[in-house]
Nanobody
Framework: VQLQASGGGLVQAGGSLRLSCAAS????????MAWHRQAPGKQRELVAS???????NYTDSVKGRFTVSRDSAKNTVLLQMNSLKPEDTAVYYC???????????????WGQGTQVTVSS
């Protein structure tokens, strides 16, 4: 299962960006799709996730500013980032887990990172 992320870039503080990640390949279903980020010198952290049932979870620092959504028909997860701050600067990675076949193995895949830079 391959994940292709896009949408990063450079934005001024207070601005907005939208990240997109599409899953492709052969699989039966995707359970959770998520965005993680890693800033220089820091550990990777979970930013937001969304289950197949639509349940969302956010790290405290982005609550009220970021919105995660998914289009299950297109196997795509989006991250709308508003009111961006310099501390949001990081490489953002999408992640998905699911099952290859109805009773088959579970997979977990990662996309390539996309750089988000917020200038002050």
């Amino acid at each position: 299962v391959q994940l292709q992320a896009s949408g990063g870039g450079l934005v001024q503080a207070g601005g907005s960006l939208r990240l997109s990640c599409a899953a492709s390949g052969s699989f039966f279903s995707i359970y959770t799709m998520a965005w993680h980020r890693q800033a220089p010198g820091k550990q990777r952290e979970l930013v937001a996730s969304i289950t197949s049932g639509g349940r969302t979870n956010y790290t405290d620092s982005v609550k009220g500013r970021f919105t995660v959504s998914r289009d299950s028909a297109k196997n795509t997860v989006l991250l709308q980032m508003n009111s961006l701050k310099p501390e949001d600067t990081a490489v953002y990675y999408c992640n998905a887990d699911g099952r290859y076949s109805i009773y088959g193995r579970i997979f977990e895949s990662w996309g390539q990172g996309t750089q988000v830079t917020v200038s002050s």
